[in-house]
T-cell receptor
Framework: DGGITQSPKYLFRKEGQNVTLSCEQNLNHDAMYWYRQDPGQGLRLIYYSQIVNDFQKGDIAEGYSVSREKKESFPLTVTSAQKNPTAFYLC????????????????FGPGTRLLVL | SQQGEEDPQALSIQEGENATMNCSYKTSINNLQWYRQNSGRGLVHLILIRSNEREKHSGRLRVTLDTSKKSSSLLITASRAADTASYFCATVARSGNTGKLIFGQGTTLQVKP
């Protein structure tokens, strides 16, 4: 089955701890994204990547870091610098059509809910 | 600030009725997309409408786009209990050349059996 997976489903973070959220896709998509969703809110873009070994900050990148070493994988690290990390994190991917990668349909994973202990 | 603003924030209807959700945005767009999110889940793409299109259909879904008013509407006809979810519009701005999706805050739809 083709799709996008995220793990874990729930993640608990202790004060001062860095945690990493996994996102994997087998859709052969070039572009991948991380969003944060707070209760009753829409999605806000944290980071995005158009190609391997390259990524760009979104609207709320502070306190987060990413890597894109493989086309299939785009892990997100929530660092201790992120003072309000409790949220629902969604990963998405889309295919690349020259100059229109972000303008096309995005496919979302099931999400990871991060809670602070 | 977010590009898309949706109205109403919440909508409750009986099964079989039609549901209409509206989305307004601020700047010129390349396209506008509608997504559905079931509680605690990821988003599912419903429809993409480009700036040069005025109406699009997909099954029981009908989307209209009025670029002069910077607004879009999503109509779900003959609603079912399974349509209960949050619905988000997302826009791709024409300027800036980033093509990033900007999401509205969503409309929560409850369809009562």
């Amino acid at each position: 089955d083709g799709g996008i997976t995220q793990s874990p489903k729930y993640l608990f973070r202790k004060e001062g701890q860095n945690v990493t959220l996994s996102c994997e896709q087998n859709l052969n998509h070039d572009a991948m994204y991380w969003y944060r969703q707070d209760p009753g809110q829409g999605l806000r873009l944290i980071y995005y990547s158009q190609i391997v070994n390259d990524f760009q900050k979104g609207d709320i990148a502070e306190g987060y870091s990413v890597s894109r070493e493989k086309k299939e994988s785009f892990p997100l690290t929530v660092t201790s610098a992120q003072k309000n990390p409790t949220a629902f994190y969604l990963c998405a991917s889309s295919s690349w059509t020259s100059g229109r990668a972000f303008g096309e349909t995005q496919y979302f994973g099931p999400g990871t809910r991060l809670l602070v202990l | 600030s977010q590009q898309g603003e949706e109205d109403p924030q919440a909508l409750s209807i009986q099964e079989g009725e039609n549901a209409t959700m509206n989305c307004s945005y601020k700047t010129s767009i390349n396209n506008l997309q509608w997504y559905r999110q079931n509680s605690g889940r990821g988003l599912v793409h419903l429809i993409l409408i480009r700036s040069n299109e005025r109406e699009k259909h997909s099954g029981r879904l009908r989307v209209t786009l009025d670029t002069s008013k910077k607004s879009s509407s999503l109509l779900i006809t003959a609603s079912r209990a399974a349509d209960t979810a949050s619905y988000f519009c997302a826009t791709v701005a024409r300027s800036g050349n980033t093509g990033k999706l900007i999401f509205g805050q969503g409309t929560t739809l409850q369809v009562k059996p």
